[in-house]
């Protein structure tokens, strides 16, 4: 008998372990939406300009929404977005203007190495800016025109490659996808976003 009620009073223990009041979940919930600014930007330098000129991301989406792109040298699925991103810009489904890609490993590739793939006569050639921030690079609310706290990486909910975002003309994230592989569906609702 006292086995049994061992037993029941350690299901009934058990059962109780991991609840959580109601106020901790909401508290949670606030430090989460509060994480980082709404409206960002940076200014950084493009590839293949040898770091001589700089693109301001506010100025750049400021005329209407871009489709961030975030890439390393040696990620395939990079290398698919962009071919298949690229296809959508020649065939004029998707504006020039409205593309960018974005370094995401700055620590371990050289600017090279991404030239080697993305430029000119490169394996997948982009005809759109690839800006090369550093983990330094500082970040600005552009709520409060005052730098961030938060670091690049960290203001753009730490993307991995690929990562496709797309920001408004107002500096403000409004779209995310992680599929690694270009889809034809993410494809038609990247250019309903856009257009």
Same mark, same amino acid.
């Given at each position: #008998?006292?086995?049994? $009620?061992? =037993?029941?009073?350690?299901?009934?223990?058990?059962? &109780?372990?991991?609840?959580?009041?109601?106020? +901790?979940?909401?508290?949670?919930?606030?430090?989460? +939406?509060?994480?980082? @600014?709404?409206?960002? %930007?940076?200014?950084?330098? =493009? #590839?293949?300009?040898?770091?001589?000129?700089? $693109?301001? $991301?506010?100025?750049?989406?400021?005329?209407?929404?871009?489709?961030?792109?975030?890439?390393?040298?040696?990620?395939?699925?990079? *290398?698919?977005?962009?071919?298949?991103?690229?296809?959508?810009?020649?065939?004029?489904?998707?504006?020039? /203007?409205?593309? &960018?890609? =974005? *370094?995401?490993?700055?620590?371990?590739? %050289?600017? %090279?190495?991404? +030239?080697?793939?993305?430029?000119?006569?490169? %394996?997948?050639?982009?005809?759109?800016?690839?800006?090369? @921030?550093?983990?330094? /690079?500082?970040? $600005?609310?552009?709520?409060?025109?005052?730098?961030?706290?938060?670091?690049?990486?960290?203001?753009?909910?730490?993307?991995?490659?690929?990562?496709? +975002?797309? #920001?408004?003309? /107002?500096?403000?994230?409004?779209?995310?996808?992680?599929?690694?592989?270009?889809?034809?569906?993410?494809?038609?609702?990247?250019?309903?976003?856009?257009?």
């Amino acid at each position: #008998m006292k086995k049994t $009620l061992f =037993i029941v009073f350690l299901l009934i223990l058990t059962s &109780l372990g991991g609840c959580i009041e109601e106020d +901790q979940l909401i508290d949670e919930e606030e430090i989460i +939406q509060s994480s980082a @600014p709404e409206r960002i %930007s940076f200014t950084s330098p =493009i #590839m293949g300009d040898g770091n001589s000129s700089n $693109l301001d $991301l506010e100025d750049y989406v400021s005329d209407n929404s871009v489709l961030l792109i975030w890439v390393a040298a040696n990620c395939r699925g990079c *290398h698919d977005w962009t071919d298949v991103i690229a296809e959508e810009v020649s065939a004029g489904n998707i504006s020039n /203007t409205s593309v &960018l890609s =974005i *370094h995401r490993y700055a620590s371990f590739e %050289s600017p %090279s190495s991404l +030239q080697s793939v993305y430029g000119d006569n490169a %394996s997948n050639p982009v005809s759109w800016p690839l800006v090369m @921030p550093s983990e330094n /690079t500082p970040v $600005l609310d552009l709520d409060t025109g005052l730098e961030s706290e938060y670091s690049i990486y960290d203001a753009f909910g730490n993307p991995s490659t690929p990562t496709l +975002q797309i #920001m408004d003309s /107002t500096g403000k994230l409004t779209w995310t996808s992680k599929t690694y592989w270009a889809t034809e569906e993410i494809v038609e609702e990247i250019k309903s976003l856009l257009n």
